[in-house]
């Protein structure tokens, strides 16, 4: 059973926009933090944003002004929201729920969603 729904890739032109959208299973109680990761051909993923549970969002200076990331903690959700998207942001893009408690009282630390695509290209 997949635990974490992405969803939003795609391709799209330099200095466009996409809205990537990650949905954690109605199994999960409770998600410490939530966030984005990517990873290029060739290169180590790394994080693109991420956002605690008291709201508070972190990234990288490579996407600050361009990327937002917010979450709805009653469906257990993440978004990104990227915007003036330059080629060099071609990744697969990984959702990553950490310190995640399951109704059933199951812990994990980290949960990984099975990525989607995300081409800039003209």
């Known amino acids: 059973q997949v635990q974490l729904v992405e969803s939003g890739g795609g391709l799209v032109q330099p200095g466009g926009s996409l809205r990537l959208s990650c949905a954690a299973s109605?199994?999960?109680?409770?998600?410490?933090?939530m966030g984005w990761y990517r990873q290029a051909p060739g290169k180590q993923r790394g994080l693109v944003a991420s956002?605690?549970?008291?709201?508070?969002?972190n990234s990288p200076d490579s996407v600050k002004g361009r990327f937002t990331t917010s979450r709805d903690n009653a469906k257990n959700t993440v978004y990104l929201q990227m915007g003036s998207l330059k080629l060099e942001d071609t990744a697969v893009y990984y959702c990553n729920a950490a310190g995640v408690l399951y109704s059933d009282g199951r812990v994990y630390s980290s949960l990984w969603g099975q990525g989607t695509q995300v081409t800039v290209s003209s």
């Open positions: 956002v605690a549970g008291s709201g508070s969002p």
């Open positions: 109605e199994s999960i109680f409770r998600i410490n933090a």
